[in-house]
């Protein structure tokens, strides 16, 4: 049996020796899908490649300079995130990182690590992959975020670091 004639030779080759594999392959090997001229990615991809990585004025800019006086001599808990600004997946976290910094001010200190200027601090604390997030409590290292996170995902962790950050604290006591 032959195939259609708008089918190219390898598709032709592929149905004679692949069988269930060439049933796959055979709509990309059409000539008229071939013929056509490859577009660019979607808009919404394209914006994402070209945006900078942008974090708002409320996530404060860590280095190997400032780290250890902000992130591990904090009193409250600290979300470091650890980002490049070529990092598509770490452009997508910005915004909830920065949500999450405002929403939480003065209760956890939001900060924000560029890969590209802090080897130093990658390789102390283990960073092989981006974005990676990891909320500081006491000068430890606690729990760690790996790939884009949600927003969800980092509110409860945020909320069980300031729970048991409350528990260790002194409570002011109303006045009568």
């Not at 409320?58 to 902000?70: I, T």
């Not at 974005?131 to 069980?160: E, M, N, Y």
Request: include cysteine.
């Amino acid at each position: 049996m032959k195939p259609p004639p708008s089918r190219s030779r390898w598709t032709r080759r592929l149905t004679f020796a692949g069988g269930l594999l060439s049933l796959s392959v055979l709509a990309s090997c059409d000539r008229r899908e071939a013929a056509a001229p490859q577009a660019g990615p979607p808009a919404e991809v394209q914006a994402l490649l070209d945006a900078k990585h942008e974090l708002s004025a409320d996530v404060l800019a860590l280095s190997e300079a400032n780290f250890d006086s902000e992130a591990l001599r904090s009193s409250t808990p600290v979300l470091v995130d650890f980002h490049a600004d070529w990092c598509v997946p770490c452009k997508m976290q910005a915004p909830v990182v920065s949500e999450l910094a405002a929403e939480y001010k003065g209760r956890v200190k939001v900060a924000g690590v560029n890969i590209d200027d802090s080897a130093k601090l990658c390789r102390e604390y283990g960073i092989n992959a981006i974005p990676c997030l990891i909320l500081f409590k006491d000068g430890k290292p606690g729990p760690r975020f790996v790939g884009l996170q949600t927003k969800a995902t980092l509110v409860s962790a945020l909320t069980r670091a300031i729970g048991s950050n409350a528990a260790t604290q002194p409570t002011e006591s109303a006045a009568p």
